[in-house]
Nanobody, 115 residues
Framework: QVQLVESGGGLVQPGGSLRLSCAASVSISSLNVMGWYRQAPGKERELVATIATGHSTNYADSAKGRFTISRDNAKNTVYLQMNSLKPEDTAVYYC?????????WGLGTQVTVSS
């Protein structure tokens, strides 16, 4: 079993920044891919960013230039640095991982961007 524990969500003003963290219960070097999804009220869950074992990254168009995903293998943690936040970024953000032949999900953390 792989557990993913998220932290760092909260309320920020438009234009502000927030860093989300996802700590895994196993060495993240053993996980092929990690990333972040988000789901806003009334909308489908969408992929935000991914990072693979080789540290190659992929971003949704809405996140490019504003968000950065990274890994810290020593801390078994993946991060999502979010800058220049907009109200439309408001959503529940979910950490995910793929490894050992299956997907794993965190419980989600709320991000609210409002003045």
């Amino acid at each position: 079993q792989v557990q993913l524990v998220e932290s760092g969500g909260g309320l920020v003003q438009p234009g502000g920044s927030l860093r989300l963290s996802c700590a895994a219960s196993v060495s993240i070097s053993s996980l092929n891919v990690m990333g972040w999804y988000r789901q806003a009220p009334g909308k489908e869950r969408e992929l935000v960013a991914t990072i693979a074992t080789g540290h190659s990254t992929n971003y949704a168009d809405s996140a490019k230039g504003r968000f950065t995903i990274s890994r810290d293998n020593a801390k078994n943690t993946v991060y999502l640095q979010m800058n220049s936040l907009k109200p439309e970024d408001t959503a529940v953000y979910y950490c995910f991982a793929y490894g050992f032949g299956k997907n794993y999900w965190g419980l989600g953390t709320q991000v609210t961007v409002s003045s």
